[in-house]
Structure formats: structure tokens, C-alpha cells
């Protein structure tokens, strides 16, 4: 849809409806101006056409019809309307093949987190890990890989656990702070691509692209691993290439 706008015998455009509605909201034009697109036999001013609110959302537009005679408008105001369109943010998708390399270097930056702990082991701890690893790998039972996996934990002292706890809660802060400030990981940041609105193209919240996004996937990667990084992935052939995260937070990721 194609929008005209006008005041003063001054006329702008056409706008799209997305314009128009950024310029309401910003008050770059009035309720007063007037406007017209197809499907108007006539100029109407803009309070008319959207009963008063800063949004205009037409109902039923269909047809076409000529562009009318400008008739002179009576109310006062600017000369003319200060109104700029404002240039399409880049929207071009990022290719899955991109996407599963930032995910890769996003990922191999956890693994020193797993690590950690050989660092607090003696060399006797360190074959007894071993040997329960080991064990667990030819279990015949979940009683008795549970069991294991207790006596794994217990063999790792304390001072293990506080280490990776705070390169974890390091790394998150750090996803975060990036996710804020630009739309990236780390690995989205190497491959050059970012997370932004699926409908504006604009930076979103935090909320959305740590918490929605990332945390929670997170913490249900690593309990039923691997089938939802499966599913999750099986919704990037989308048209809009969205993971299942994607659609949960309503986002895309483009190239930069």
C-alpha cells in the first residue's frame, strides 16, 4: 500500500504503512494532515481514518481508484512535512552453513568448563575418573549408571565445581553483555551475522535474545540432548530460516 500525505497544499510521498505508522508514533505527521492511498475517492484527514489513535490500520482495502484532485487544506501547520523515509535495515539471511559455525565456536568455548576439573584431580583421582567412565560406558542398567554417575561427582572436589561454576556463570555474562550491545555471540560476532526482530529487522531485548533465546535452549539442550537440537534445527528450512528458538523469541538472524 502506497500512502499519500498532505498540508498545506504541500504534498509527500507515498509512504509505506509501516512509515506512516513510525511517523505518527514519532510525530513527525499530525492527526491533522491529510492523506490518501487506493481505495479513497477523497483527501481525509489522518484522525479520521484511524479514530483518533497513532496507528492506522485498514480494514478491508481492496480495488483501485484514481488518484483525486488535491483540494486545499484548510488547517494550519508546517509549511511543509517534515517527514524522511527511512532506509530498510539489511535483511539478507544468514546461511544455515554460517549459522552452524557460530553455533560450533559458541559451543567449543564451553568445553574448558569441562576441563577444569583435571586441574583439582591427583593422579590417582584422575584413574579412578577413568575407570568410572569407563564402568558407565558398559552399564546394563540406568540403576547402575546413576549409581556411577554419583560416585563420578563425589570423586571431583569442591573446589572443582566453584571453578567451573564461575567460568560458566563468566561466559553467560559475557554472552549477554554482547547480545545487548549488538545482536552476537561470540561465534556470531567471528562469522559476521546478528539476531534482530523477524518483522522490523531492528536490535531486539535482552529478554529476548539471551533468555528466550539462548538460556532456556541452554538448559534443555543439556537435558534431552540430542533430540531437541535436532527439532530445533529442523525449523531453519523455514522460508524464514527460524529455529524453533527463533520462532520462540520471534527473531531471524542476517548477516551483518
Known amino acids: 500500500m502506497q500512502i499519500y500525505l498532505a498540508r498545506n497544499n504541500q504534498q509527500a510521498g507515498p509512504y509505506t504503512l509501516e512509515q506512516l505508522n513510525q511517523m505518527l508514533a514519532s510525530q513527525q505527521v499530525l492527526l491533522t494532515d491529510l492523506a490518501w492511498h487506493q481505495g479513497m475517492t477523497e483527501w481525509k484527514a489522518l484522525g479520521e481514518l484511524t479514530q483518533g489513535k497513532l496507528?492506522?490500520?485498514?480494514?478491508?482495502?481492496?480495488?483501485?481508484?484514481p488518484f483525486p484532485e488535491q483540494t486545499p487544506v484548510q488547517n494550519?501547520?508546517?509549511?511543509?512535512?517534515?517527514?524522511?523515509?527511512?532506509?530498510?535495515?539489511?535483511?539478507?539471511?544468514?546461511?544455515?552453513?554460517?549459522?552452524i559455525l557460530a553455533k560450533i565456536i559458541d559451543l567449543l568455548l564451553w568445553l574448558p568448563a569441562a576441563a577444569i576439573p583435571s586441574f583439582f584431580l591427583k593422579p590417582e583421582q584422575i584413574n579412578q575418573l577413568s575407570e568410572i567412565q569407563q564402568k558407565m560406558q558398559s552399564a546394563d542398567t540406568s540403576t547402575q549408571a546413576v549409581q556411577l554417575q554419583q560416585q563420578l561427582f563425589t570423586l571431583i572436589p569442591a573446589e572443582a565445581w566453584q571453578a567451573m561454576g564461575i567460568y560458566i556463570i563468566i561466559m553467560l555474562g559475557i554472552q549477554a553483555f554482547m547480545l545487548a550491545k549488538s545482536g552476537q555471540s561470540i561465534g556470531k560476532?567471528?562469522?559476521?551475522?546478528?539476531i534482530v526482530d523477524?518483522?522490523?529487522g531492528e536490535k531486539v531485548s535482552l529478554m529476548r535474545a539471551f533468555t528466550l533465546r539462548s538460556f532456556i535452549f541452554i538448559i534443555l539442550n543439556l537435558l534431552f540432548m540430542p533430540f531437541?537440537?535436532?527439532i530445533d534445527h529442523v525449523f531453519a528450512m523455514s522460508e524464514k530460516r527460524q529455529t524453533l528458538h527463533d520462532k520462540l523469541a520471534k527473531t531471524k538472524?542476517?548477516?551483518?
Open 55 to 65: 496507528v492506522y490500520q485498514p480494514e478491508g482495502y481492496i480495488g483501485s481508484a
Open 76 to 99: 494550519s501547520g508546517f509549511n511543509k512535512i517534515q517527514v524522511e523515509k527511512k532506509t530498510a535495515p539489511n535483511t539478507e539471511l544468514a546461511s544455515i552453513s554460517t549459522r
Open 189 to 194: 560476532k567471528l562469522t559476521k551475522i546478528k
Open 198 to 200: 523477524v518483522e522490523s
Open 228 to 230: 531437541i537440537t535436532i
Open 253 to 256: 538472524v542476517v548477516k551483518q
